[in-house]
């Protein structure tokens, strides 16, 4: 096993999740119990999150379907992917960040621990100035293990490096300019994944010499075409550790103590992303960077892939919990979003009449990520409840 494949391994706590995909038969539909129980945080100024795109986890082995599905329309195991995640952080390394720089290599294995948690398939970036040994002193960084490797070099598949240089008012620039460079070592577009989600965490003081919306239009016409999205379906989401002033609306021109700036830049992609703001000012930068790993994990954790068998007919999907000794719980199919509130068990699909993802209510998203071990299943083929 390569290394950088075990140490994903050590950090996944939740459990794989599956599908199972019903066999066919030659009588009728076995019917789900139709008894199933049906039962902008201000200091970091995050907008309600969204969906976005995701899969669910490797494969298991076929079995009694359990949770009130009869087992005899258990079947086939469909194996698929787990939800692909690219976060890339670019750092602001100029001398009045050194403080900064400290808080993000103290907190990022952290960061990194509680994204692989949940089960995400994830890699981490930095575009920042690198340090060539743990004691080199200056306004470098040298990511330490587990996410970083030996003598602050790579830990792939998961860490990668850009060793870049990232002054006060240039990292959105710089976002454009390395990911395509002609220099291979700066070039960061051969780590990414077409079909996982980016995430940009810009840590800065300052604010950005290109405007927000020019960054948009040139990051979406990136090649390959549809990398980062489009205009009306974005792939990517930017958070923002800037000089905005903690409690403000954002976006807003009102800077923090010790910034040079507010970041109204950046304060625009992240709003325009569904992203987090929080301050630069902030000496502690955990609660931070936990912050943001909740709202990737919150996202991206609990929207799964409808499988193939399903988009035939999606009225005959049930999903299921199980716990780690447990039975498997039918959760209650509901029509959207807004039915969250009143059933705390639900879940939907992105879309009523083309199914892509099943999405996990946020109670039922937390539930399932609260305890490792937990299975989220997909039983395909059996007559089941209309949603509520």
Not at 85 to 102: A, L
Not at 366 to 385: F, L
Request: hydrophobic share 35%.
């Amino acid at each position: 096993m390569a290394e950088g494949e075990h140490m994903t391994k050590l950090l996944l706590s939740l459990g794989v999740l599956t599908m199972l995909v019903a066999c066919g038969s030659s009588g009728s539909d076995p019917a789900a119990d139709p008894n199933a129980d049906p039962s902008q945080d201000p200091d970091s100024g995050a907008p309600s999150s969204g969906g976005m795109t995701g899969n669910l986890g490797g494969g298991g082995g076929a079995g009694d379907a359990g949770g009130g599905v009869d087992p005899n329309c258990a079947g086939t195991v469909a194996e698929t992917q787990k939800s692909k995640v690219d976060i890339v952080f670019v750092i602001d390394d100029s001398g009045s960040m050194t403080e900064e720089m400290n808080q993000i290599k103290t907190n990022v294995n952290t960061f990194a621990q509680k994204i692989g948690g949940t089960g995400l398939d994830y890699q981490v970036l930095f575009i920042v100035k690198k340090a060539k040994s743990s004691t080199q002193q200056g306004n470098v960084i040298c990511v330490p293990p587990p996410l970083g490797g030996a003598n602050c070099g790579d830990n792939a598949p998961i860490f990668h490096h850009i060793d870049q240089d990232v002054q006060s008012n240039d990292a959105l620039s710089l976002v454009l300019s390395t990911y395509d460079n002609n220099n291979a070592a700066l070039a960061w577009n051969k780590y990414l994944r077409a079909d996982s989600t980016k995430v940009f965490v810009v840590v800065t003081d300052d604010e950005s010499q290109l405007a927000y919306d020019k960054f948009d239009a040139q990051l979406l016409a990136k090649a390959p075409a549809g990398m980062f999205g489009t205009t009306t379906a974005r792939k990517y989401i930017f958070h923002s550790i800037c000089g905005w002033n903690t409690g403000q609306p954002v976006p807003s021109n009102q800077k923090c103590s010790t910034a040079v700036a507010p970041g109204t830049n950046y304060q625009e992609l992240s709003k325009l992303t569904s992203g987090i703001v929080d301050s630069v000012c902030k000496t502690d930068y955990s609660g931070v960077l936990d912050n943001m790993a909740k709202g990737i994990t919150d996202k991206l954790a609990c929207n799964l892939g409808v499988p193939m068998a399903a988009t035939s007919d999606p009225s005959k999907v049930a999903v299921q919990e199980t716990k780690v000794g447990g039975a498997a719980k039918t959760l209650t199919h509901v029509t959207d979003a807004s039915k969250c509130s009143s059933v705390k068990d639900g879940w939907y699909y992105d879309s009523a009449t083309a199914p892509k993802e099943i999405i996990l209510c946020p109670d039922a998203c937390t539930d399932a990520n609260a305890t490792a071990g937990t299975k989220i299943q997909a039983v395909v083929g059996c007559a089941v409840p209309p949603p509520k």
